[in-house]
T-cell receptor, first 113, second 110 residues
Framework: ETGVTQSPTHLIKTRGQQVTLRCSSQSGHNTVSWYQQALGQGPQFIFQ???????GRGNFPPRFSGLQFPNYSSELNVNALELDDSALYLC????????????FGPGTRLTVT | EDQVTQSPEALRLQEGESSSLNCSYTVSGLRGLFWYRQDPGKGPEFLFTLYSAGEEKEKERLKATLTKKESFLHITAPKPEDSATYLCAVQAAGGNKLVFGAGTILRVKS
């Protein structure tokens, strides 16, 4: 069984640029959730995708957007990067929407300069 | 608004010195309370889900318990490899997001 994978591992961007982060869900899982984790804090929910549709969103501006593909992999896109977007971005997959445990990937460390 | 508070922020133990981590929560109808372990620079690793007050779950040296207002993660005879940040999260009934606390940083010295 393959776990959750994310790419890239690390990324450095300049303020104002755009970035795309990728996530492959665990085998058999059809739900992907994205979280932002600032240093020293717990993860904060960005949004969730279930069967290619957005299934809930946290308090993040519209410049944070996402996609889920037919194979249930997912992308997180962030436009007009700000310095405060520097964080560890975590993807979690689960089976069947919101009623099952979420399993996290290793994360993408984004640094905005 | 759903909220999770973890204490202490940091805990230093000697190898073999048992202790407990606390997770206090407020949620509009609890679907589940989750414990994760996170090593530096890595994603959270799932440990336990607790669904109702009075429930207990164990895994190796860890035991998680749940009341209507808080959860405890008991660590018995810890080893240096138990050093990590332990995160607690709640999910509201009918909701899809996990609401996390800031975590407890545990250091176990040999």
């Amino acid at each position: 069984e393959t776990g959750v994978t994310q790419s890239p591992t690390h990324l450095i961007k300049t303020r104002g640029q755009q970035v795309t982060l990728r996530c492959s869900s665990q085998s058999g899982h059809n739900t992907v959730s994205w979280y932002q984790q600032a240093l020293g804090q717990g993860p904060q929910f960005i949004f969730q995708y279930y069967r290619e549709e957005e299934n809930g969103r946290g308090n993040f501006p519209p410049r944070f957007s996402g996609l889920q593909f037919p194979n249930y992999s997912s992308e997180l896109n962030v436009n007009a990067l700000e310095l405060d977007d520097s964080a560890l971005y975590l993807c979690a997959s689960s089976l069947g929407g919101s009623d099952h445990e979420q399993y996290f990937g290793p994360g993408t460390r984004l640094t905005v300069t | 608004e759903d909220q999770v508070t973890q204490s202490p922020e940091a805990l230093r133990l000697q190898e073999g010195e048992s202790s407990s981590l606390n997770c206090s929560y407020t949620v509009s109808g609890l679907r589940g309370l989750f414990w994760y372990r996170q090593d530096p620079g890595k994603g959270p690793e799932f440990l336990f889900t607790l669904y109702s007050a009075g429930e207990e779950k164990e895994k190796e040296r860890l035991k998680a318990t749940l009341t209507k207002k808080e959860s405890f993660l008991h660590i018995t005879a810890p080893k240096p490899e138990d050093s990590a940040t332990y995160l607690c999260a709640v999910q509201a009934a009918g909701g899809n997001k996990l609401v996390f606390g800031a975590g407890t940083i545990l250091r176990v010295k040999s």
